[in-house]
């Protein structure tokens, strides 16, 4: 298992104004490579801010991703700050260059504000963004993307073959329509025999009835076929409806 | 203005599995008190990190909301790590004790996992649980709340009077259907210009139509007064559609 951090950049998400997306999206996909996030943070747009959770985070974790800050205003402030956090000077990418010079008709539009989305951290690799060209990059374990979900996802599609893939986690779902704590002391006691596999207890709310998700997840097959044989074994003494569900994780 | 840090415990977010709402939901409402989340962060439900995190954003913030892990099942371990970072026992407190036992009809469904509902760090003071009774609490400058949004936001009726509020932000948001990058250029003088007033650049495509939303952001009424009609004008000059949309920032 290799693990990841996420830093979430941008004052829209803390504010309300804006719901961040990405978390899900890169923790559904990294799961399926056996990387695991195992911390995400959300920061506003402030250099200082940016450079030191960059420090800090890209030492402790496998691979870190940033999302937002790097578009063509002033409050995009993100390629500056990696720069600054790598101690690299921040150059202008002639690949990049070629890129929005392509997308650019008018060679007009490609002003000097625009112009800042070909800057990236020197050494850094650039990161294929098929919807506006504009490019994320990756520096050393670094992947630096755009906030938009939809620009994100392709640039992750984009950088994907560039991980390297951990042991997958495998997962089963149990619904129950009982509360979770009439489960709480079998479950625990599956959980003490059961150590291998982590298991999640979620309360629900479906159609006006209450319910659990229970969320078995492991890395080894054999051991999470066990758990949930047990955890039906317990579901199924309640005598209360129960299926598993398809899970997408 | 005061600052608040907001600690998302539960591996099922980090997983990609559960959808947070919790940070877009606390971030809109304490903007109105004024009180600024300045940083949230998503940890897993690991004891040693909850205390850690729980230790360095409390002594860096004027209020910390956690939510998460405070259910009957062995996942649920918030309130153990709480504890432990403030160096106190975990009691079962009487008054919980009380609304538990109202609220199960049957006492034999108070079992001793549901139990576990009633513990809180000793010198905390509860928050009311209006849907499931079992409630959250407060210890100094830290809020301890459920994960499940539809009680944190309960929860969060309950404690609200105890905050003490800050200068509130007031927004504007100039909807331009123009690409950020035509606008970054004046957008750039008028924040240097109008330097209390926050102005932020966020690039959308609704319909089929790309478009800017810019979001401008101050405690000073008149200051903000001021940006705005700069922005309109800089907006006004490229003679694009555009309009003031009502925020709820």
């Given at each position: 298992m290799n693990y990841a951090c996420l830093i979430i950049i941008g004052n829209e998400i803390l504010s309300g104004r804006t719901q961040d997306l990405n978390l899900a999206f890169l923790g559904k996909r990294l799961n399926k490579l056996?990387?695991?996030?195992?911390e995400a943070r959300v920061i506003s747009d402030d250099s200082d801010v940016i450079i030191n959770t960059l420090n800090e985070c890209r030492s402790k974790y496998d691979y870190v991703f940033t999302t937002g800050g790097?578009?063509?205003?002033?409050?995009?402030i993100t390629s500056a700050a990696v720069a600054n956090a790598f101690g690299v000077p921040l150059i202008r990418d002639p690949e990049a260059l070629t890129l929005l010079r392509q997308h650019?008709?008018?060679?007009?539009?490609?002003?000097e504000q625009r112009m800042k989305m070909c800057e990236v951290p020197k050494g850094a690799k650039l990161i294929d963004n098929p919807?506006?060209?504009a490019p994320g990059y990756q520096i050393e374990n670094v992947f630096v993307l755009a906030g938009v979900p939809r620009i994100m996802q392709a640039m992750y599609e984009a950088l994907k073959d560039r991980l390297v893939p951990g042991e997958p986690m495998k997962s089963r779902t149990i619904i129950a329509f009982i509360g979770e704590g009439k489960l709480a002391e079998g479950l625990g006691n599956i959980q003490i025999i059961h150590s291998q596999t982590e298991i999640g207890s979620y309360p629900f709310i479906r159609d006006g009835r209450l319910g659990t998700a229970l969320v078995l997840r492991s890395t080894d097959q054999k051991a999470l076929d066990e758990a949930t044989q047990a955890v039906n074994v317990l579901v199924t003494n309640f005598k209360v409806e129960h299926f598993e569900e398809i899970s997408a994780e």
């Open positions: 056996g990387i695991r996030i195992a790097i578009g063509p205003t002033h409050d995009d650019y008709a008018n060679p007009k539009d490609l002003n919807i506006s060209k």
